[in-house]
């Protein structure tokens, strides 16, 4: 399954809102610095769905705002 994420990084608390069935937008407190940010966030997911964070992989977006994570 892949879901797009608008990923907002510095943000003051940790969340994951749903926007759609494949549509997400995950705020996390880490800067996007040395991929900090980009570990934040599958942490985050890995929280939300309740699976393995090994289970998440960054399909697209790296250093984008906007990601393409695909779960297994």
């Given amino acids: 399954m892949q879901i797009n994420i608008k990923a907002k990084p510095n943000s003051r608390e940790e969340k994951v809102e749903k926007i759609s069935d494949t549509d997400f937008i995950v705020s996390v407190k880490e800067p996007p610095v ?6 934040a966030i599958i942490n985050a997911l890995a929280v ?4 393995a964070s090994a289970r998440i992989k960054i399909v697209s977006g790296w250093t984008s705002r906007q990601k393409v994570l695909e779960i297994k």
């Fill in 34 to 39: 040395e991929g900090k940010a980009n570990r």
């Fill in 48 to 51: 939300y769905f309740k699976i």
